[in-house]
């Protein structure tokens, strides 16, 4: 899954990588620890071009009718995305981009708490994930636009972090991910095309844990051994 990300890029370094038609810089403060119910930014297509836009970061779809009683939906798998009816027209009409520095995953290990790890390019620069939105209304006429970031299966080495990872859209493929309805189908089938190879882990502070702490040293490198004793990492079981 992925339930803690990193932005923390230049306004025009994100403007110019997904050529925004409508963009606010005042959305893009560094931020070190995002976490789920917080506003994030977002990428769709708009009615005047491409447009980044706060959305909270917790899918509800439109026919939810008490939001108390609904779960709390961050990620979507991306194998089973066209059957869950959470999901199921969003896919078709709703999918956008999530821009982010990269991600962070906890490994289990057979002892003791759960290491952190830093996940992002290896070459650097911003990645987008792969997400879905919806507009849910409220009974008073109130709307949330929400989001959700799709993952799939993570492939070695970073499956010894854990199972799933975000799926990553490429650059040359973005106008293809905010397309209709109509291209769905191939909208799906680029979702494994950027890897786990063009990724690295690296180990990181404890901290991260706490949602509170935002700061760039979250993602400052630490031994492994100094947060915690050395163990074969345990495969988590899929849900």
């Not at 769709?44 to 439109?62: A, N």
């Not at 520095?101 to 830093?118: A, C, H, I, L, N």
């Not at 992002?120 to 792969?130: I, S």
């Not at 190879?197 to 844990?209: D, F, G």
Request: hydrophobic share 45%; aromatic share 8%; proline share 9%.
């Amino acid at each position: 899954m992925c339930g803690r990300f990193v932005l923390a890029m230049p306004a025009d370094v994100i403007k110019e990588l997904f050529d925004l038609a409508v963009f606010d810089e005042r959305l893009l403060p560094p931020r070190y620890n995002i976490a789920p119910t917080q506003p994030i930014v977002v990428i769709r297509q708009g009615f005047d071009g491409v447009e980044g836009v706060p959305m909270r970061w917790g899918f509800l779809p439109s026919w939810v009718k008490d939001t108390t009683r609904f779960p709390l939906l961050i990620n979507a798998r991306a194998e089973d995305i066209r059957e869950k009816p959470a999901f199921r027209n969003a896919i078709r009409r709703r999918r956008c981009l999530v821009p982010a520095s990269g991600f962070y995953e906890w490994q289990t290990r057979s002892k003791g708490p759960k290491q952190p790890y830093w996940i992002a390019p290896k070459k650097g620069g911003p990645v987008a994930f792969a997400g879905i939105w919806e507009t849910w209304i409220g009974a008073d006429g109130s709307e949330i636009d929400t989001a959700a970031i799709i993952t799939v299966a993570a492939e070695p080495p970073l499956d010894e972090v854990h199972h799933r990872r975000p799926a990553m859209i490429a650059a040359d493929n973005f106008a293809l991910w905010l397309a209709g309805e109509d291209m769905t189908d191939a909208a799906l089938s680029i979702l494994t095309d950027l890897g786990a190879e063009t990724l690295q882990a690296t180990p990181v502070s404890r901290r991260v844990n706490r949602v509170a702490d935002d700061d760039p040293g979250l993602i400052e490198a630490v031994s492994e051994d100094a947060e915690t004793p050395p163990a074969k990492p345990v495969q988590q079981r899929l849900l």
